[in-house]
């Protein structure tokens, strides 16, 4: 592919598609570990507070 010249103030648009794909899909990728972490977070909050919950009854 041919060198374009480009003046200083503007950009590749095709570099800017590329850069915003590879954000996007980033995006994707890091959002997964967030959502299982703020899963386990609730389930070990349920869990602890049912435990909390069964020693007053108990006492």
Known sequence: MAHQN???NEQDPG???QMFRAFVSEGETAAQPKSNGRLFAILGAAAILVVVVVLIAVL
Do not use: C, K, S
Request: charged letters at 15%; zero cysteines.
């Open 6 to 8: 480009l003046p200083e």
């Open 15 to 17: 570099a800017n598609t």
